[in-house]
C-alpha cells in the first residue's frame, strides 16, 4: 500500500525531546483534516480488579512545555470513577490516511475549576445542555426518557423545547447563560512516556518511546519533570 507517510520517517539521531514532533503531528492533522476527527484518542483506564476499558475522547490540546493532553468530560463517568480509583492512563492517537500512531502514557489530574469553566463556555447551547440533561455511563430506560430529560433541562435554562435532533441544534436560542455542571469538568494526562509510530515499507516501521518521571506538585494539577531519555525500538 502506497503511502504518504512512508517517507517521512523519524529523525535520526532521534530528538531529546518527543512532544514537539507530536504537536506537529497532530497540528498536520487537524490543518489538513486527515480524518473528520484528528483530534479522536482512544483513552484506556484501568477499573477495579485490573481489567482495562477504552473509549473514544478528543484531546482537546497538548500543552507544551508541561507536556499534558487535556480532555473533557463528566466526572461521574465510568472513565472518571477509574481515574479517582487509579490516577493512571494511555490514550492513543492514530491517523490513517498518514500512518502515523502516538501513544501517550501519564498521570491523569482534574483541570482547574476556572479552566473548565472557560472551555465550557465555549461550546454549543445545546452541548451545555446536554451535559446538564446526561448521567454519563448511568443506565437509562428509553432514548425516549434521554430526550426527555434533555427537554427537562433545556426547559430549566427558560428555553423554547426544541430536541437534540432538531434542525436548530446548532442555534444558540436565547443566548440563555448555561453554567457548568459541577460534574463536568477537564483532565489533563501528565504525559511519563511517549511512543511515536510511523509505518514504513515492508512493515519495517519507525518507531521510539521517550521516556520521563514525573513528581506531583503540591498544587495538586502540576508535575515536575525529568529530561526526556529516548530509544529507539523495534516495531
Ligand atoms: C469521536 C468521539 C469523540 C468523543 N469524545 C468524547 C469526549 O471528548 N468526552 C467524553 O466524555 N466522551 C466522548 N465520547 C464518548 C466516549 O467514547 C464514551 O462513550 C463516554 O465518554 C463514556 O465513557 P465511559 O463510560 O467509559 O466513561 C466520544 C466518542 C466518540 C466516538
Do not use: C
Amino acid at each position: 500500500m502506497a503511502n504518504k507517510a512512508m517517507s517521512q520517517l523519524l529523525p535520526d539521531p532521534l530528538p531529546p525531546e518527543p512532544l514537539q514532533i507530536t504537536e506537529k503531528w497532530l497540528r498536520q492533522a487537524w490543518d489538513e483534516q486527515v480524518q473528520p476527527n484528528p483530534n479522536a484518542m482512544v483513552l484506556a483506564t484501568v477499573g477495579a480488579g485490573g481489567q482495562p476499558s477504552a473509549r473514544v475522547v478528543l484531546a482537546k490540546d497538548l500543552m507544551l512545555p508541561d507536556g499534558y493532553v487535556m480532555f473533557y468530560t463528566n466526572y461521574d463517568s465510568r472513565k472518571a470513577a477509574e481515574l479517582a480509583a487509579n490516577p493512571r492512563a494511555t490514550g492513543v492517537l492514530y491517523w490513517d490516511t498518514v500512518y502515523r500512531q502516538v501513544r501517550v502514557e501519564g498521570f491523569v489530574v482534574k483541570s482547574p475549576a476556572a479552566e473548565s469553566d472557560d472551555y465550557f463556555a465555549t461550546r454549543p447551547w445545546q452541548s451545555r445542555v446536554g451535559a446538564w440533561a446526561s448521567q454519563q455511563s448511568r443506565p437509562i430506560g428509553s432514548r425516549a426518557q434521554l430526550i426527555e430529560q434533555w427537554r427537562a433541562a433545556a426547559k430549566r435554562f427558560d428555553t423554547p423545547p426544541v430536541g437534540p435532533d432538531a434542525d436548530e441544534a446548532d442555534d444558540d436560542p436565547q443566548g440563555v447563560e448555561v453554567p457548568r455542571p459541577p460534574n463536568w469538568g477537564g483532565y489533563r494526562l501528565w504525559v511519563e512516556a511517549v511512543e511515536l509510530w510511523i509505518g514504513g515499507e515492508y512493515r519495517i516501521h519507525d518507531r521510539a518511546r521517550w521516556t520521563r518521571t514525573l513528581t506531583p506538585l503540591a498544587d495538586g494539577h502540576r508535575f515536575h519533570s525529568t529530561a526526556w531519555h529516548v530509544t529507539r525500538l523495534q516495531p
